[in-house]
């Protein structure tokens, strides 16, 4: 038998089923995102460990020039070392036929008998070679699919020099390559660079390798640090060019993995909480006033007998029942989400398997909150009921006192008819309940700004990048640093109008115990086609007694212009250098550190030297150019400007950026529940008033003003705060999405504003009209008879 | 009280056949049943019955607030029954005052301001100030709702419903919610109006007492009229036995 006060409830729910839904929708996009982004943060994490551990990545790596296979042996043998294991690798560039540019490709060995011990890939399509082929290979998975190749397909192949025509066998992927740029760019292009094993007797060969290798893959003992190791190594291997080893965290793909998992972590910090703040806060302003509404009936059910306790009971199971549904909703929602965003970022890591794991804390925080701030509403109003007497609700209710108001419309009383005296003595009566209803709608217009501006801010990181900065053509990269006549001679080639050199050297940047793995990149003093920016987007010129770091490099490191910092340079003669910072560039990709580059060359010992160059060219001679480029021998990469836009814009679409849409979509959907939610109240609080003016002989319009211009007022005093407090959230929200790899660029537009104020314009609107229909359907004689 | 002939006036309301019907099926209620009834212009009419009987259905069609199911009802020379909504607006804008018996008053304007919101919008109004001292309450024109006593409520409705002057005021219990003495205070009112300014007024109330102040009175049962008693000698409202 369900007691008399639990059917009440039912019904009161179905009742007020659409705001009771709205309340719910809000909530539950709160604990959504919530519930999505801990997710996938937790399964990507724990993937790529799980990814790892099965494929026995190594924790340190120690690239060599040769040395012999003896030598890895006294690596081996330290304490700190579980396993280890020594490979070949070496640069190969792989021709896709006329009128194609070549593309930059690295191969690595596999062990002459079965799979590698460290490093091991992992085999989607095909076979592994041939214990004793020499031109069978393993094709990086991601490239083959870019690319439409297949096993039983063959490349045709420049290895040290030689031509090969290779056949694949099988199709891999690797936990060391789960994100591939070519060496020297920033973003990740599957098309644009491959990754291709070997059996090691066959590559041994074809780099003079024998009973030689030139990288050393390490595990560590459990409980140790690299560091120590990587010291060790060094030591040890510096008489056969040890060019630093680095540790697993040191790794490009690993980095950039990371960076973007520590970018979507702090997204998952910082924005599902905003969003379910303003959730919670909605909550409760709704909730209070759906108990103030019931004022009378609490009032009656003490006078029938039933104690203060059993009525706010009775009440919040009200309040409660609508957070909770939107909150079970919420993570049920949020956990398919997550599962559909990892998928998602499974295709764009190319993982071969998903780690589904689900944070309990994300539910408890979720539902705590949602919680809370429904009992916090309803207690708030509950508390005040109860303390009216049962005869007090038994008598007509008392008019609201308007006495002790401050009378605003008063003051204009000559100016203002009576409907617009009704509507502004109720805002200025009520004034918490108006502010209720304006930081409300300003915070759902706030989201809706603050996630355009971050939509917008990844466009403008486009158009700095490739039309203020990269004003380039293509980069060509030399295999080794070539002097000034190289570049001349690529000045003289058919179709090539300007040419500007640079200079790229591995170096690591340390300021105390801050330190940074990175390149130095050296340009001419007033780089013209590929620009350095301030913080205001104008050109900046490099300093020839300085180096210039980029805004995130100079957090890293804990400095600013003036203050000095140590070089050291891993190429060449490894000067280390004490510079001074001398500017803080804006960069959008990355955290490079730049030098003039005569300046670079004189620290280095080898003046006037280039190690690639940017190119400006004749669209109309473009073939002819990439055939005469094809055939430089010392030309390795050659990457265009318009592949490397459209592979950010890839990047930014698919990988973490792609969260702004979810969360452009949400923002919309909480400020449309805001305003409708404010719209809706007003009604039921005043649908007697309203149909008082209909039976008086005003018109449904005339009586529609005194509701809608309500709406009116709080809608358009949201809008100026909405945009304060816009600024402010973009300031957090981008904060949140920046990483490392790149800084969303923020810049406040008229036009996204004027957008996200037409977007509550319209929630308006709408709300209106759905409350313009409720208008007209009001049955004058019931809402007459009946009391407040 | 006797039924005795005498001169009709012209009629205000002619009600033919009105039936009203809630619902449909097994479960509709017939709170109207073919209802006829001639109303003169210019009287007191006390609609008395017991709850149910159809006296607050008759007075919400006759008032254009809710609809026939069949029947007419001619509003003078206008036929009521076939108006569209907005020209029931009008008719009630320009010649129906209402009164309820919780007042309905909108809290957030004083006394003065709720007689101004009908004189804002009426064709031919009178000023606020003498609707309101017509209930005797002009120095309490600046009190908001909230400041009066319920009587006092009821007479500001009374003011605001006559002040644009209209044709005839429908008051559906305006005395239900108020002690004897209020309520005696309330209905003088009524019957100054009626008298002062020749407006008809429609009382419906299940308060037989009441039935002595009108100059006729319709009884109802089960949603017809069972009764109509001419009163040729009214009484004043301070004569009424409570």
Redesign the interface.
């Known amino acids: 038998m369900v007691a008399p006060l639990d059917r009440k409830l039912v019904r009161d729910l179905w009742r007020i089923k659409g705001q009771a839904a709205a309340i719910a929708l809000v909530i539950g996009l709160g604990v959504l995102m919530q519930v999505m982004m801990t997710g996938l943060v937790g399964t990507l994490d724990e993937t790529r460990r799980a990814y790892y551990d099965r494929y026995r990545l190594a924790d340190v790596f120690v690239p060599v020039t040769r040395a012999p296979e003896r030598v890895a042996a006294r690596l081996a043998d330290d304490r700190r070392v579980a396993a280890a294991t020594t490979r070949i690798k070496g640069q190969a560039l792989i021709d896709p036929g006329e009128g194609a540019l070549p593309i930059r490709a690295q191969t690595l060995s596999l062990p002459d008998e079965g799979m590698p011990r460290l490093n091991d890939i992992y085999l989607a399509e095909g076979r592994l070679p041939r214990t004793a082929s020499a031109d069978e290979i393993v094709l990086l998975a991601g490239f083959a699919r870019a690319r439409g190749l297949s096993p039983g397909d063959s490349l045709d192949v420049t290895m040290n020099g030689a031509r090969h025509r290779l056949r694949i066998v099988g199709l891999a992927r690797a936990p060391e390559f789960l994100y591939t740029t070519a060496p020297g760019e920033m973003v990740p292009d599957d098309a644009r660079f491959a990754v291709f094993w070997m059996r090691r007797a066959a590559l041994a060969a074809a780099y003079d390798m024998r009973g030689a290798f030139n990288e050393v893959l390490l595990t560590l003992e459990r409980g140790e640090t690299p560091q120590a190791l990587i010291d060790t190594a060094d030591r040890l291997l510096a008489p056969y060019g040890a060019a630093g080893a680095y540790a697993l965290d040191d790794l490009p793909s690993n980095r950039f993995v990371s960076e973007e998992i520590r970018g979507l972590k702090s997204s998952a910090g910082t924005v599902p909480p905003i969003f379910l703040g303003i959730a919670a806060f909605l909550l409760y302003i709704v909730t209070a006033r759906i108990v103030q509404a019931e004022r009378e009936q609490i009032g009656l059910l003490k006078a029938f007998g039933y104690s203060g306790v059993e009525v706010g009971w009775h009440y919040l199971k009200l309040v409660v029942l609508i957070a909770l549904s939107g909150a079970v909703a919420g993570s049920v929602a949020g956990i398919w989400a997550g599962h559909a965003m990892a998928v998602f970022y499974q295709t764009y890591f190319k993982f071969p398997f998903l780690v589904f794991t689900l944070d309990p804390v994300s539910f408890v925080v979720g539902f705590t909150i949602s919680m809370l701030a429904a009992t916090a509403g309803g207690l708030a109003v509950v508390r005040h009921v109860l303390t009216l007497t049962p005869a007090v609700a038994m008598r007509?209710p008392?008019?609201?006192?308007?006495?002790r108001t401050f009378d605003l419309a008063g003051a204009f009383r000559r100016w203002l008819?009576?409907?617009s005296?009704?509507v502004l003595?109720?805002l200025s009566?009520y004034p918490g309940r108006m502010l209720g209803s304006v930081v409300g709608i300003a915070a759902g217009m706030a989201l809706s700004a603050s996630t355009l501006t971050v939509v917008s801010g990844f466009n403008t990181a486009v158009d700095l990048s490739f039309n203020v900065m990269n004003r380039s053509d293509m980069t060509v990269s030399f295999t080794h640093p070539l002097p000034r006549k190289a570049l001349l001679e690529l000045g003289r080639m058919e179709g090539v109008l300007r040419t500007e050199p640079m200079r790229v050297v591995p170096a690591i940047l340390r300021n105390g115990t801050r330190s940074y793995r990175g390149t130095i990149e050296g340009r001419p003093r007033a780089p013209a086609l590929n620009r350095i920016i301030d913080a205001r987007h104008q050109p900046l010129e490099l300093r020839r007694d300085g180096i210039t770091l980029a805004e995130p490099l100079a957090d890293i490191l804990g400095v600013a212009p003036g203050d000095m910092l140590s070089v050291e340079v891993r190429e060449g003669r490894r000067p280390v250098l004490r510079l001074p910072v001398a500017a803080v560039a804006q960069t959008l990709l990355g955290a490079p550190a730049f030098m003039e580059i005569g300046a670079l060359g004189r620290a280095l010992n080898e003046p006037e030297r280039a190690s690639g160059a940017l190119l400006t060219i004749d669209s109309a001679a473009r073939e002819t150019l990439y055939q005469q480029l094809k055939d430089m021998p010392a030309v390795i990469g050659v990457s265009r400007k318009a592949d490397a836009r459209a592979a950010l814009v890839e990047l930014m679409n698919t990988g973490p950026g792609s969260v702004r849409y979810v969360m452009l979509l949400v923002a919309a959907i909480i400020t449309f529940g805001i305003v409708y939610n404010a719209a809706r109240i007003a009604f039921a609080e005043r649908s007697?008033?309203l149909?008082?003016?209909?039976?008086?002989?005003?018109?449904?319009a005339?009586a529609g003003f005194v509701l809608l211009g309500e709406l009116a007022i709080v809608t358009l005093l949201a809008i100026p705060l909405g945009i304060g407090l816009g600024y402010g959230l973009t300031w957090a929200i981008v904060e949140g999405f920046s990483t490392d790899l790149y800084q969303i660029p923020v810049v406040f537009r008229a036009s996204n504003y004027g957008a996200a104020i037409l977007a509550v314009v319209i929630a308006a609107v709408v709300s209106a009209g759905m409350v313009w229909r409720n208008l007209t359907q009001l049955d004058?004689?019931t809402a007459?008879k009946t009391?407040e | 009280m006797q039924n005795k002939d005498r001169p009709t006036p012209a009629p205000i309301f002619t009600v033919s056949s009105l039936s009203k019907v809630y619902g449909t099926g097994p479960a509709a209620v017939h709170a109207l049943r073919g209802l006829d009834l001639t109303l003169p212009e210019g009287e007191l009419v006390v609609l008395l019955g017991p709850s149910g009987s159809g006296k607050s259905t008759l007075l919400n069609i006759i008032g254009g607030l809710d609809r026939a199911s069949s029947g007419r009802v001619m509003f003078k020379d206008r036929d009521l029954t076939a108006m569209t909504e907005a020209q029931l607006t009008r008719y009630r804008r320009d010649h129906v005052g209402f009164v309820f018996q919780f007042y309905n008053l909108m809290p957030s304007l004083t006394a003065y301001e709720n007689v101004e919101l009908v004189t804002e919008i009426a064709a031919d109004p009178m000023a606020p100030d003498e609707a309101l001292a017509l209930v005797g309450l002009e120095q309490r024109s600046h009190h908001y709702p909230s400041e009066l006593s319920g009587g006092e409520q009821q007479r500001v409705a009374i003011a605001r419903a006559v002040a644009k002057q209209p044709t005839v005021l429908f008051c559906d219990e305006p005395t239900g919610a108020l002690d004897s003495t209020t309520g005696r205070a309330v209905l003088k009112v009524l019957s100054d109006v009626n008298k002062r300014l020749g407006t008809t007024v429609l009382i419906v109330t299940h308060a037989a007492a009441t039935a002595a102040m009108a100059d006729r009175v319709i009884h109802f049962a089960d949603g017809d009229i069972r009764e109509i008693v001419h009163n040729d000698a009214p009484l004043g409202a301070a004569e009424i036995e409570w």
């Open positions: 007509p008392a008019p609201p006192d308007y006495s008819d009576q409907p005296r009704m003595r109720r009566r007697r008033d149909a008082s003016l209909r039976v008086m002989g005003f018109t449904r005339e004058l004689v007459l009391r």
